[in-house]
């Protein structure tokens, strides 16, 4: 079956059209082209009877009378059969005088012949046999003939193909709004904010629009509030870190002096991923960029924290992405490898059928496999994590809003001989 709503319901509403049509037909030959058949040669039998049985008992010297009164007041035309004749047979496409002409043979004899033209007049012609000699016996064929079949066939096409054209409104008038709602709802998984969607249509549709659109005008609320929340308590923050600091520097304990510093440093690496989670460059657009060149930039910053950072980058064509979203999420895994994964890292970049994926793999413990997906929620840490006061739970978190942001997906999978693989995959446009 097909994926689309639309083409699902057009095909059943079709198979149910043409399973109609399908019977309506067979009604019509069964109530209408058979028993005109049968009327048809019932007429032609009836007449070539006739004729015979008048050609027989007229005397000799009033056949031509009788034949000629039969041309001129009835239509039909008697003549003598000759070997010479050019006959062009009734035509094989109709079913009715298919029947006919098997119905006459049954009464008259499987010898009698039927013909459109015959010598280039078109009638009706039929043979029968007066002793041994044939006759042609010419019936004006819209007398035999109905056009009434031709008709109805032909408005049920025209009606057919009008079924048709319904069946695909229909279809799309039910499958466009949730087409629609469908990708607002992607779009909302995405991070972003969707148009809103207009709330006509059927009752049901309506409805479904209109609490969609009160959900996402909430969705949007509560991530403006919480943006905001997020940003003020950081920078209020900043003010007494800073005076702390100044306070540190003018302590004249030494060890004292650095254990400060070194804290407020801390406390100033976990507010700036607050505020970066918060802001998240979700304004920013995206840009033709090299990628490979980017990660070489990020990778600088963090070679010397790093016991050994490894680059195997795969030459791309740029892509459309936003850089200053993508060197933070790189940042975040780099800062993760180095903190919990050993420090021996390897980054590859390579294209795939449908995208491009960027992987940072460590040599560390790994993360255990139901754990996987919650630890991308923010300020979810794990166990053996939360002994490290530098981080705040939101390093994962960063890197998948900014996979969905740029319509990708993050994937946390374990490492061949141990540790762990971070893949964001990003797509190829």
């Known amino acids: ?35 005109h058949a049968k009327q048809m040669a019932q007429l032609v039998v009836s007449t070539v009877n006739l004729t015979r049985a008048a050609v027989l008992s007229s005397a000799p010297e009033w056949r031509s009378a009788l034949l000629a009164e039969l041309r001129d007041a009835e239509g039909m035309r008697i003549q003598l059969a000759d ?88 279809a799309r008038q039910v ?50 509030e919480r943006a905001l929340v997020l940003a003020g308590i950081s920078h209020d923050l900043r003010t007494p870190l800073a005076r702390v600091r100044l306070a540190a520097e003018l302590t004249a304990d030494a060890s004292l002096r650095e254990g400060l510093v070194a804290d407020v440093e801390q406390m100033d690496s976990v507010i700036q991923q607050f505020l970066d989670y918060a802001r998240l460059d979700e304004s920013e657009a995206a840009a033709p960029t090299d990628v490979a060149v980017l990660i070489e930039e990020v990778a600088q910053c ?27 999420a790189l940042s975040n895994l780099l800062d993760n490898a180095i903190k919990y994964g050993g420090g021996e890292i390897s980054v590859t970049l390579r294209s795939m059928h449908d995208g491009v994926e960027l992987s940072v793999a460590d040599c560390g413990a790994g993360i255990p496999e139901e754990q996987r997906e919650s630890v991308k929620r923010p300020f979810v840490r794990l166990q053996a994590a939360r002994s490290d006061a530098g981080g705040s739970g939101l390093g994962l978190a960063i ?5 969905r942001l740029h319509g990708g997906a993050f994937h946390l999978e374990p490492r061949e001989g141990g540790g762990l693989v971070a893949r964001l995959v990003l797509p190829n446009r």
């Open 302 to 328: 963090f070679a010397a924290q790093a016991k050994s950072l490894a680059l195997d980058l795969q030459p791309l064509p740029q892509l459309a992405v936003r850089p200053l979203l993508l060197k933070r």
């Open 175 to 224: 499958a466009r709004p949730l087409k629609r709602l469908a990708q607002a709802a992607q779009q909302v998984g995405e991070g972003k904010t969707p148009a809103t969607l207009p709330e006509r249509g059927a009752q049901e549709v309506a409805t479904v629009s209109r609490a969609f659109n009160r959900m996402s005008a909430d969705l949007a609320a509560n991530e403006r």
């Open 399 to 403: 890197v998948e809003r900014a996979a």
């Open 1 to 35: 079956m097909p994926k689309t709503l639309l083409v699902r319901a057009f095909l059943l509403i079709v198979v149910l059209i043409a399973l109609s049509f399908a019977a309506a037909l067979a009604i019509f030959r069964h109530a209408v082209q058979e028993p």
């Open 83 to 170: 070997p010479t004749d050019v006959l062009e047979p009734l035509p094989d496409e109709s079913p009715e005088l298919h029947e006919m002409m098997e119905e006459v043979r049954e009464r008259l004899g499987d010898d009698t012949r039927f013909a459109a033209w015959r010598n280039g007049e078109e009638a009706l012609w039929v043979s029968f046999h007066i002793g041994g000699d044939e006759f042609w016996l010419a019936l004006p064929r819209e007398r035999i003939e109905h056009p009434l079949s031709e008709v109805l066939l032909a408005w049920g096409g025209v009606v057919l193909l009008l079924a048709l054209l319904g069946a695909y409104f229909i």
